[in-house]
């Protein structure tokens, strides 16, 4: 996976407990949080105040429901889910979080990624696991006998995080390798119609979009980064989506300015011209046709 490049400040391990929780709880934050957090969501789901914003954040992330429900955003795309499932976000992908049920439990887990490279070689390692990649399908559902090993691994997490500063990072990666290679068994052992080329380009397009946004503006250049012709992206597109592909590339520049409106101080202006070199009116003018209110109502 590329160490993609953001032109926003992302949250940084030691700026989520304020980020979702204020003054009303603190993720135990210890010689191991900038790499490693698990929690139970019964134990903090009272404390979260939703809908969560748009973000970005150093580290990757899931979340296993074992009740309740969920529905969340990975970039454009938004996804819910109930029990036995996981939702994955790989680190500086967009995210926002409508809501999780009162009643939800599970766990909720945050990592960096280098725990990994003294046991693995990070392109190999991750070359299986789709679901960790920024093109891959976040949601993976588990069978209730896989459940029941999931939990045991996640629970020897917690076990393991709760002791804080003797924590063993080598031990959480081996365990967190142990999920993900069962998921990934379980993956190539699934049957199913396979993804049809329209699905597939019309999927590649958004991931593009969520890398180059802020360099890219022209349809005709995420057609060649694809290899096809405006023309067919734009067929794919409408055909998977029912959208333009103007609107789509539309759609990502009103999330990132969502995102850099939240979690910058830069001026409307300012983020203005990082999508057009027009005049910011414009900008304002199309923020407001999508989102209902003015860039600057939407930071208030």
């Known amino acids: 996976m590329k160490n993609l490049k953001s032109e926003i400040t992302v949250f940084k391990p030691e700026e989520l407990s304020n980020f979702h929780f204020r003054d009303d709880w603190k993720m135990n934050i210890g010689q191991a949080h900038p790499f490693f957090h698990i929690n139970r969501i019964e134990d903090v789901i009272h404390f979260l105040k939703f809908p969560v914003p748009p973000h970005k954040k150093t580290l990757f992330d899931f979340i296993f429901l074992t009740k309740g429900s969920s529905k969340r955003c990975k970039g454009l795309n938004e996804y819910e889910f109930s029990k036995n499932t996981f939702f994955f976000l790989p680190a500086l992908q967009i995210t926002s979080c409508e809501y999780i049920t009162s009643d939800a439990q599970g766990y909720?887990?945050?990592?960096?990624f280098?725990?990994?490279n003294e046991l693995f070689a990070k392109q190999s390692f991750l070359e299986d696991i789709v679901f960790l990649q920024h093109y891959g399908e976040p949601l993976f559902v588990v069978s209730d006998e896989t459940k029941e090993?999931?939990?045991f691994l996640l629970k020897?997490?917690?076990t393991y995080?709760?002791?804080?500063?003797?924590i063993d990072l080598g031990l959480v990666s081996l365990h967190l390798a142990t999920i993900f290679r069962e998921l990934v068994i379980l993956e190539k052992q699934k049957t199913g119609e396979p993804q049809n080329a329209a699905f597939l380009i019309a999927k590649k397009f958004k991931n593009l979009l969520s890398q180059h946004i802020f360099q890219t503006k022209k349809l005709s250049d995420y057609a060649d980064l694809l290899s096809i012709s405006?023309?067919?992206?734009?067929r794919c597109v409408k055909t998977v989506t029912g959208k333009s592909s103007q609107d789509v590339l539309i759609d990502m520049i009103i999330l990132e300015a969502k995102v850099l409106l939240k979690q910058t101080d830069l001026s409307v202006g300012e983020i203005a011209f990082k999508f057009s070199e027009t005049n910011p009116s414009d900008f304002?003018?199309?923020f407001k046709n999508k989102v209902g209110i003015t860039p600057k109502k939407y930071r208030q």
């Open 161 to 166: 995080y709760l002791q804080n500063q003797k």
């Open 156 to 158: 020897r997490l917690e």
């Open 114 to 116: 280098q725990i990994f």
């Open 230 to 234: 405006p023309e067919h992206l734009s």
């Open 284 to 286: 304002i003018r199309l």
């Open 149 to 151: 090993t999931i939990i």
């Open 108 to 112: 909720f887990c945050h990592f960096d």
